[in-house]
Structure formats: structure tokens, C-alpha cells
């Protein structure tokens, strides 16, 4: 059986979600009229103004009267030393939160994940989940966890409950380890990320401890662009 065909709107949508991706289009950066839409596509005028409607309702874009469409600003902004929930985060900018779910598995332990946690076994748990945030990809979570710390992880629908959340609740926090640094993204990070060919990464590598031992070990991949550390310190 053959695949249902794109819907038009939807193409138009994948148009300028690819703008903005590349980075053609930044935070504040208006973005082509129904019009242009309508000429560069060849599609219909009702067409165009779906896609913008949808991808206004979405919080990708904002409108303002009379001046035109512009693409909204979807940085996120935090502080590496903090360890909140990334979905949290993302709601309380008013945007909605989606997690894609690319593996939940055990695999044998690689010598430096089993050096890192210092397992005491072969195994270990690990999940790749791609966060979104009004549906464009912010953050690539790979995360490796001992399987004696949570027993369970492989059963949770990384889909509705944040790996974070399951943790804080199983194996509570009684350390953090981070490492911050700019990388080059390789090819299935900037894939996932939906990456610009120039883009770089913001890498988080956190290492938790619970309960007097090695926990979790995780790779946060931030979009460069559609991300920014901040902190505040009183002197």
C-alpha cells in the first residue's frame, strides 16, 4: 500500500520550518507573505494561510497587525549547573513540550560509559529521546543508566514522563558532575536536531550520583541556535 500523500499545507509548512532550521531565518526574522508563499510554491492562497495559521497556533511564528509575520524567539535559556526538567522548562515558557522517542534498550556496556559509572555489571540501560519545543527538536538526550539504580527504566514511556522525572523519583540526586562545551555536531546528532550544515552543538555531558554510587551518565546535545546558557550571581 502507498503512502497517503503530503497535504499541501503541510508542504508549505515543511518550507518554512526548513528557513528557520537553517538558520536563514532567526528569532525575529519576518518571514515571506501568503503571497510570496503562494507565488514561490504554487499553492493556493487558503493553503499559504493554513500553514502560517498553524504554525502561529504552534507558537513557531507570531503575528503582529500590520506589520507582517515574524519567527518566534524559541531560544531556551538555563544554567548548565541546574537540573531541572526540560518539559517543565518548556511549558513555563507557555510552548508545548514533545518527546521523541528514538531507543529505550540494554546493551553491553561501552568501556568508557562502564569505566564512567563504574558498573558492576555488563550491561547498561540506555535511552535517546529528541526533545521538542513547539515542535522544533532543541535537545538530544542520550542517557545511560545502571541498571541496579533503576530496575526499571526500560518499562517508562519515555514519551509521557521525562527520564529526569523518573530518576529525581527512583534514585534521588546526591551529586552532579558537568561538563560544558561547543562541539561539532556528528551527522545523526545534526540529523535528529534537524541541524543547519554550519550549526554547531552545545554539549552537556552530566554525570548524577545516588545513594552513594554512580547513577546516570548523559549526553545533552543543545541546537546551538535555539539555545543559550544564562546565570545570575550574587557577589
Do not use: C
Not at 12 to 27: A, M, Q, Y
Not at 87 to 109: L, W
Not at 111 to 131: E, G, M, P
Amino acid at each position: 500500500m502507498s503512502a497517503a500523500p503530503i497535504p499541501l499545507y503541510e508542504k508549505v509548512k515543511h518550507h518554512v520550518l526548513r528557513r528557520i532550521r537553517s538558520g536563514e531565518w532567526g528569532p525575529g526574522a519576518r518571514v515571506q507573505s501568503e503571497h510570496q508563499l503562494v507565488r514561490e510554491l504554487n499553492v493556493s492562497r487558503m493553503t499559504a494561510n493554513r500553514a502560517i495559521r498553524e504554525l502561529v497556533q504552534s507558537g513557531v511564528l507570531s503575528r503582529i497587525a500590520g506589520s507582517g509575520t515574524f519567527v518566534a524567539d524559541l531560544r531556551s535559556a538555563g544554567h548548565p549547573l541546574q537540573i531541572r526538567n526540560i518539559a517543565a522548562e518548556i511549558r513555563e515558557r507557555g510552548h508545548t513540550h514533545r518527546a521523541e522517542v528514538i531507543a529505550v534498550d540494554r546493551i553491553v556496556a561501552p568501556s568508557d560509559i562502564r569505566a564512567r559509572l563504574k558498573l558492576r555489571t555488563r550491561y547498561v540501560f540506555r535511552s535517546i529521546v529528541v526533545h521538542h519545543e513547539n515542535d522544533v527538536p532543541l535537545q538530544l538526550e542520550e542517557r545511560y543508566v545502571d541498571p541496579a539504580v533503576a530496575p526499571g527504566y526500560l518499562g517508562v514511556d519515555f514519551g509521557s514522563v521525562t527520564a529526569h522525572e523518573y530518576l529525581m523519583e527512583v534514585a534521588p540526586l546526591e551529586r552532579v558532575e558537568h561538563v560544558v562545551r561547543a562541539v561539532v555536531p556528528a551527522p545523526r546528532v545534526a540529523r535528529l536536531l534537524a541541524l543547519g550544515a554550519t550549526e554547531a552543538v552545545l554539549l552537556i555531558e552530566r554525570t548524577t550520583w545516588s545513594r552513594g554510587r554512580h547513577a546516570s551518565f548523559a549526553l545533552l546535545h543543545h541546537a546551538g541556535g535555539r539555545f543559550a546558557l544564562r546565570g545570575v550571581f550574587d557577589l
